[in-house]
């Protein structure tokens, strides 16, 4: 048991030493954190001393200065153009709208010149159907003759169709016999 009992006080006392250095601890820390504040405002105190040497000297030129800025954000920097540059754009746009106005007028003609092709084309074909509407009519009237006359030699010879003419319906009597 006494061995137990002197766990427990060793224990005991390592709290309290670990207390006690906690404190300890705390206290240079605090000690510490003091002497670096004094050595952070006395930096600062020379920046300052410093900072009339830095403001004598011109500043360097700022975008705004160099360029035009838009209002709108995010900003935008941008030059003017020069005389000269500025009747170059202004040729340049001309002569775009000159070749411009060449592809448009080529491009009617050649819509000019298909649409002459079609109507011809269109004209040829009507002609094309009238001719066939009368070829199959002369067909027709040539065809109702060559039936005529060939039903003529099938009966008795006869071509002639003014010597007479016999009805094409047989009559009842002779169906009947």
Known sequence: ???????????????????????????QRKRRDG????REDEKKKEKRQKEPKAEEEPPAKLLDDLFRKTKATPCIYWLPLTEEQAQQRAIQREEREKEKQKRIAAAEE???????????ARLERQKQREKERDRSRERERSGGRDRDKSRDRARGGRSDRSKGSRSRST?????RR
Do not use: G, I, V
């Open 171 to 175: 009559s009842r009597s002779r169906r």
């Open 110 to 120: 050649r819509e000019k010149e298909e649409l002459k092709k079609r109507e011809a």
């Open 35 to 38: 002497s670096r504040e004094k």
């Open 1 to 27: 048991m006494k061995q137990f009992s002197r766990s427990r006080s060793k224990s005991k006392d390592r709290e309290r030493n670990a207390r006690r250095s906690r404190s300890r601890e705390r206290d």
